[in-house]
């Protein structure tokens, strides 16, 4: 049975899905097919449902829990940490209001966390590779960042302005929730079951591996060096990717509350696991 897989080209996603996609895995009648692309696009493409496992926004799964369901590993977790609004000069959140901000995706849960911190500015859709660059030349006034941005921004000599894992966590006493995987339901309950096992196994293999598994993910560490590839791993895959329990499933329940009640998304919805 053919199972595709689609997963962003990063370090922490790349260490994720090592085991399965290197084979250090027996999976039985599955063979795993990878495919690699942004998360934005990843987000469009399950709206047409295109992939049968898919790593989206958790923002994104608001549109799509018709066709997926969340498995109950891979999550990406913020535990005081998360997308974080820089400048090129320090400034307020009330200075924020009607600035031009460039976020990674309007689908992305950095940008659904962003409008329930400062719901009055400008969004410009920008690459989360090049938000940076953007807001060093001038023509955003801010930037939302992703990834390992999030590590690497004072080397170009840009301004923290807020984290918002931070003020989630001081807002909620939550993790906020960022990412997840999703399996097709249409591939049945008994499937799904064994490959979310799998899944389950593959990061239960990268964190009892670390190093093998590291030096694999280094390929997607977009010129990280190794100390900072692994922090950036071990902030995104830890035991809350192994399982998200019952703190993460309720921050994730939270913040799709928190967002209908800010009119951010269309439909109040109950988060669902394949459990």
Known sequence: ??????????SDDAFMFYALAKDKLKTGKFK????????????RKALKGEYEITAISIHAYVYVADKYILLPSGASMGDRYGPMVVAREPLSKEALKGKKIAIPGAMTSAYLTMKL??????????PFDQIMEEV????????????????????????????????????????LPLGGNVIRRDI?????????????E????????????????????RDLDVDTANRFVGMYVNERTVDYGEEGRRAVQLLLDRAFEA?????????????
């Open 202 to 221: 593959s990061i239960q293999y990268a964190l009892l591996h670390r190093d093998e598994a590291l030096a694999y993910a280094m390929q997607f560490a």
């Open 1 to 10: 049975m053919d199972i595709r897989i689609a997963h962003s080209p990063d």
């Open 136 to 175: 060093q030349n001038g023509s955003v006034d801010a930037g939302l960042l992703i990834h390992e941005g999030q590590l690497t921004y004072r080397t170009m000599q840009l301004h923290k302005i807020v984290d918002l894992g931070e003020w989630w966590n001081d807002m909620t006493g939550l993790p």
């Open 117 to 126: 911190y400062q719901p009055d500015f400008e969004s410009v859709v920008i």
């Open 263 to 275: 009119q951010l998304i269309p439909t109040q919805i109950k988060a669902e696991f394949a459990d």
């Open 32 to 43: 795993f097919t990878h495919t690699l692309q942004d998360i934005e696009t990843l987000n």
């Open 188 to 200: 049945g309950s008994e499937d799904i079951t064994e490959l979310s096992r799998l899944l389950r």
